[in-house]
Each structure stands twice: as C-alpha cells, then as structure tokens.
C-alpha cells in the first residue's frame, strides 16, 4: 500500500470511529483527497470488506493505494447515489465525507484556492466544473457577484465590492490573484484585510463549485444509501456546510422544520448521534492547524 500522501486528515479516530464499522461491511469515503481517512478505513477493514471513494479532483488519484478492497470512483459525491447503484452498493454500512478542501489544492498555487499567495483565479475542484473564478469575476452582474459574496463568505460591503470589480473590469479583466486583492482596500480594517480575503475567496470557491448544492445532494443521497442502522460522519469548515448537516440531520431537510408522525416521533431519515458537533483537540490544533475550525456531525439511518 504506497502512495504519497498529501493531506493530514483531520479527526482522523473520531471519524472513523464514528462509523462503527464492521469487518465485513461496505464503507464510502465520500472525499477522497489525501486518503488519510480511506487508509484508516481500510485498515480495519477484514478480506471480505469493500471502501468505494469518491473524488472529482483527478489528481486525488496519485494518492490510491494498491488494494483490491478498493474501488475509487472520479466523480463529485453529489452523484453517491447512482454511482452505489452502479458498482453493486446500493445500501452500504457507513459513509465518510470531509468537506474542506485539501492540504495539496491549497498548496497548488496553479489551482488558485488561496489568496495567500500569487496565482490564477481558477478555483475547478474538478475538470468537470464548467467556468473559473477569473470567468466568474469577469462576467456575472453586479446584483448577481453581490449575491455570490453575501450569501457564500458572509462579506459585510458585497455591493461596494461588486461594484469595484465591474469598474475594474471593464479595462482590465480578472485573471490572477493580483488582480482581485487590490478590490479588497478600505473595505475593512487593516488587520482584518487577511479575514476579508478569506471570506471573499471563500464564496468564489463555493460557487465555482457548487458546493452547497452538491452538499444538499450529498446528504439525500446519503440517508437513501445507508442500510438501517448504517452511519454517516460528515466533517464541515464554515457555517454555511455545518448548517445544512445539522438541520438535515435534526429534521430531514434543509429548513430544519420539524415533523413528526401522531405518536411524537421525529419524521427523519436520520437520527442525530451527537448534539454538539465534535471539534479537534488542542493537540490536533497544535499539529494540524488548517483543523481549527472542523466540526464533526454523525447520524444513523433511522
């Protein structure tokens, strides 16, 4: 079993702890990436065990190890659901998913994913993904770009900054990160110009990607895949995914309105494990500090 691995998993026990897992089941790991959760999966894993993984990121690839318990499937886990039925898996014993974008994307400075340092405003989790952040800048609306930074990175001036950008561009188009920061002046504090990028990068990346669609998919096709009994552990990084796993898990949708049948009973696919979602230990913090801010969730099939 040789690979490099390239992403430090985060809440590696806890997660996969959380999946109860059994021998002989049959177990996804829903984001790939590094493969650090996949190899602890597999480790307790017996002969007769199967782990199907998902990734659309091709380069998720370099990182497979040679075993034949495995099957790795390049594919956005939006699709959990077809893909089960395609490779014989309709109803599995757990699923794993880990949201946050891998150590190797954020150090790819060619990807485009942080604004720490100087690249090409792409941001595609996957080929498949059909328009860049730099098309993205260049050509959505004001009122749209608006929208993307409000409602995706929480940014308190979208409009100035919408505005910024379709002044800007209108001589100069958005190509590289150099290009976006500059927009970002006199918009905050200086001390909190790092936070503003952040967030602003942040909601270019989730709507390149359509991260919190896929997520909504994700989870349906989830609560449909897993066995009765079956658990799903889903590792979330901002506000906006943990939301949509905790009111999915508390009532089975995603405006977390409660229903219940004529005996009180919650009407639910799932059943929420853990109240108050599970974060990394002060020792994890201290060698791993992309974690900080993981939230862990587990439910059960009702």
Known sequence: MSATVYHTAVLLNETVDALCMKPDG????????????????LKR?????????????????????????????ASNFRHLDSYLNVYKAERVDGILADLGVSSHQLDAAERGFTHRVESPLDM??????????????????QEELTRIFKEYGEVKLAYRLAQRIVERRAEFPFER????????????????????????????????????SALRDFLQSAALSLKQGGRVAVISYHSLEDRLVKHFFRSG????????????????????????????????????????SAKLRIAQKA
């Not at 996804?28 to 650090?36: E, I, L, S």
């Not at 595609?124 to 609306?141: C, D, E, I, K, Y």
């Open 124 to 141: 595609r989790m996957g080929p498949n993904v059909p328009f860049t952040a730099a098309q993205v800048l260049n050509t959505a609306s």
């Open 253 to 292: 949708n995603f405006s977390d309105e409660a229903s219940t049948d004529l005996f009180g009973k919650p009407l639910r696919p799932l059943n929420p494990i853990n109240r108050q979602a599970i974060v990394p230990n002060s020792e994890e913090l201290a060698e791993n500090p992309r974690s900080r």
């Open 26 to 41: 049959v177990y996804v790991d829903a984001t790939f990436g590094g493969g650090g959760h996949s190899r602890e999966m």
């Open 45 to 73: 894993l017996g002969a007769n065990g199967r782990l199907l993984a998902f990734d659309q990121d091709p380069d998720a690839r370099q990182n497979l190890p040679e075993d034949e318990r495995l099957t790795f499937i």
């Open 177 to 212: 990160s150099i290009d976006l920061r500059p927009m970002l002046k006199g918009l905050c504090p200086p001390d909190g110009e790092l936070r503003l990028a952040a967030q602003v990068f942040q909601a270019l990346r989730i709507h390149v990607n359509d991260e919190l």
